[in-house]
C-alpha cells in the first residue's frame, strides 16, 4: 500500500516562509508525477505545482516566482518551499503522486498553513 505523508505546516506571518515535505512509500516514486494542491475552507481544491518525473515543474499563476517545487527520490520526498508567504495562501495543503497507464495515484492526507497578516 502506497502512502504518502505531509509534514511542515504551521503558522507564518505575511512575508514569511515555510517548507512542505511529503514522504512516500514504494519504488514507483522515482517515476511517478508528483503535485502539491491546497484547498482553502469554502473553496475548492486548486493545484498549486507540479513536478514530472524528469523533473519539469509547473507552477499555478498565484505562486509563481514564491513557491518551489523539488523532489529527492533518493529519499522518496517530494518539497514545497513556500516564500513571501500571503494570508490568501492559508489552507490545507496536499501532495498527490501519479503514473502510468492506466492512471494510477494516491494523496496525502493533508497539512495546515496559516498565514497571518
Known amino acids: 500500500q502506497i502512502q504518502l505523508v505531509e509534514s511542515g505546516g504551521g503558522l507564518a506571518q505575511a512575508g514569511g516562509s515555510l517548507r512542505l515535505s511529503c514522504a512516500a512509500s514504494?519504488?514507483?516514486?522515482?517515476?511517478?508525477?508528483l503535485y502539491w494542491h491546497r484547498q482553502a475552507p469554502g473553496k475548492q481544491r486548486e493545484l498549486v505545482a507540479t513536478?514530472?518525473?524528469?523533473?519539469?515543474?509547473d507552477y499555478a499563476e498565484f505562486v509563481k516566482g514564491r513557491f518551489t517545487i523539488s523532489r529527492d527520490n533518493a529519499k522518496n520526498t517530494v518539497f514545497l518551499q513556500m516564500n513571501s508567504l500571503k494570508p490568501e495562501d492559508t489552507a490545507v495543503y496536499y501532495c498527490?503522486?501519479?503514473?502510468?497507464?492506466?492512471?494510477?495515484?494516491?494523496w496525502g492526507q493533508g497539512t495546515q498553513v496559516t498565514v497571518s497578516s
Open positions: 513536478i514530472t518525473g524528469d523533473r519539469s515543474t
Open positions: 498527490r503522486m501519479g503514473w502510468g497507464i492506466p492512471w494510477r495515484e494516491y
Open positions: 514504494g519504488s514507483i516514486f522515482k517515476i511517478a508525477n
